[in-house]
């Protein structure tokens, strides 16, 4: 199975950048990489995805490595509703296939210091 | 609102109840998935729905029954269930299966085993 490396916890200032690792050495040519974060008593929330580029949107940055063997969430300006578990995921499903699987890893517990 | 509802939110049964689980989405969505997240450890993909068909069926126990009669209503329909069964039992939906999907997660249902 597709698996993921992440480190159990980080922590972060109020306003300052937070860079979250991920490492996927096994990763394949058509797998995607996801972030999802989960927030103390609710279900996991979508952050990102991407491929083989970096990824912009209005939550976070994601940049993958050239070899596509790691990658980095960036939340630019951490807040404190930022802090949550973030959890890199490789989606290995095919389009439409039977082979579905998508893993969670144990994820990174973030805190945010005000 | 995340588009994903699922009751109830807290349920408690004895180990010879029958109870289900129910899932509904409002984003006209085609594919439907079952995750159960046990303290501590990483979020388990049990089943997957496409078009209503079952791809997916990760190993899961047979007290444990899905059933998916359209595209917007998922259950989980359980059975002799065991304490270990105790858990967070989280719905999810998505446009389509293929890996460049974000998923969209209901709040959960947090069962508790007796």
């Known amino acids: 199975d597709a698996k993921t490396t992440q480190p159990n916890s980080m922590e972060s200032n109020e306003e300052e950048p937070v860079h979250l690792p991920c490492n996927h050495s096994t990763i394949s040519g058509t797998d995607y990489i996801h972030w999802y974060r989960q927030l103390p008593s609710q279900g996991p929330e979508y952050v990102i995805h991407g491929l083989t580029s970096n990824v912009n949107n209005r939550m976070a940055s994601l940049a993958i490595a050239e070899d596509r063997k790691s990658s980095t969430l960036i939340l630019h300006r951490a807040t404190l509703r930022d802090a949550a578990v973030y959890y890199c995921?490789?989606?290995?499903?095919?389009?439409?296939?039977?082979?579905?699987?998508?893993?969670f890893g144990k994820g990174t517990l973030l805190t945010v210091n005000p | 609102e995340t588009g994903v509802t699922q009751t109830p939110r807290h349920l408690v049964m004895g180990m010879t109840n029958k109870k289900s689980l129910k899932c509904e989405q409002h984003l006209g969505h085609n594919a439907m998935y079952w995750y159960k997240q046990s303290a501590k450890k990483p979020l388990e993909l049990m089943f997957v729905y496409s078009l209503e068909e079952r791809v997916e069926n990760n190993s899961v126990p047979s007290r444990f029954s899905p059933e998916c009669p359209n595209s917007s209503h998922l259950f989980l329909h359980l059975h002799t269930l065991q304490p270990e069964d105790s858990a967070l039992y989280l719905c999810?939906?998505?446009?389509?299966?293929?890996?460049?999907?974000?998923?969209?997660f209901g709040p959960g249902t947090r069962l508790t085993v007796t």
């Open positions: 995921i490789l989606d290995t499903s095919s389009s439409g296939g039977s082979n579905y699987k998508l893993t």
């Open positions: 999810a939906s998505s446009q389509g299966l293929a890996g460049y999907y974000e998923q969209y």
